[in-house]
């Protein structure tokens, strides 16, 4: 669920970017072609745009509210061992490892490998 909701915040950052760069360079035009949300850049650029804001609005969350709003609408929160509030380092380590693990981006275990 977190997730989705940071992708509202993604594809505005994603358009603006690509509004600012289209107009000082002129290299999109104006308006922007159709086509242009379509291609193979936008889909790569958005996501890794996504991956990043994704991981630092949760560690950032995490480490100042203890959850995330998916997290809080499921009563989760997240501790360390001694029941405080996970540091913003930890957090962004937490995450990244979440995003690697939880979504497949090349990580394996060495023992299925």
């Excluded at 308006?31 to 560690?59: D, K, R």
Aim: net charge positive.
């Amino acid at each position: 669920m977190d997730f989705y909701l940071c992708q509202v915040s993604s594809f505005a950052i994603f358009v603006g970017i690509s509004m600012l760069y289209g107009l000082g360079v002129g290299l999109f035009g104006w308006p922007f072609e159709e086509a242009y949300f379509e291609g193979w850049s936008f889909v790569i650029g958005y996501f890794v745009l996504q991956m990043l804001v994704f991981w630092l609005l949760e560690a950032f969350c995490i480490s100042q509210f203890g959850n995330t709003p998916g997290k809080a609408l499921m009563r989760i929160r997240v501790r360390n061992a001694i029941g405080r509030r996970l540091a913003f380092s930890a957090s962004l380590k937490r995450t990244g490892m979440s995003i690697l693990a939880g979504m497949g981006l090349l990580v394996c275990h060495w023992s299925a490998c």
